[in-house]
């Protein structure tokens, strides 16, 4: 069993920036692909980044260009860097943990942009 604990999240104007921290209670957090999900008031679940245990980076074209993904496999914790927020990015977001088909997620954040 995985543990993912999210943080960082927080009220914003828009135009601004945010970094999500998620840290992994696991001794074999290098072999994790980790991801991040959003989901906003009303809506499904959203997967908006994902970093593989390579450090290969993928992004929802939502977000592309203003986010970034990134780990630190000596912390155990993944980062998601959000700049130039918008009001639609508003919502709780979910860390994930991937591995040999085994998935887990974190209680979420949330992520307030005003206008």
């Known amino acids: 069993q995985v543990q993912l604990v999210e943080s960082g999240g927080g009220w914003v104007q828009a135009g601004g920036s945010l970094r999500l921290s998620c840290a992994a209670s696991?001794?074999?957090?290098?072999?994790?692909?980790m991801g991040w999900s959003r989901q906003a008031p009303g809506k499904q679940r959203e997967t908006i980044a994902g970093?593989?245990?390579?450090?290969?980076?993928n992004y929802a074209d939502s977000v592309k260009g203003r986010f970034t993904i990134s780990r630190d496999n000596a912390k155990n914790t993944v980062y998601l860097q959000m700049n130039s927020l918008k009001p639609e990015d508003t919502a709780v977001y979910y860390c994930?943990?991937?591995?040999?088909?085994?998935?887990?997620w974190g209680q979420g954040t949330q992520v307030t942009v005003s206008s």
């Open positions: 994930s943990a991937t591995n040999l088909g085994s998935n887990y």
């Open positions: 696991t001794s074999i957090f290098s072999m994790y692909a």
């Open positions: 970093i593989t245990s390579g450090g290969r980076t």
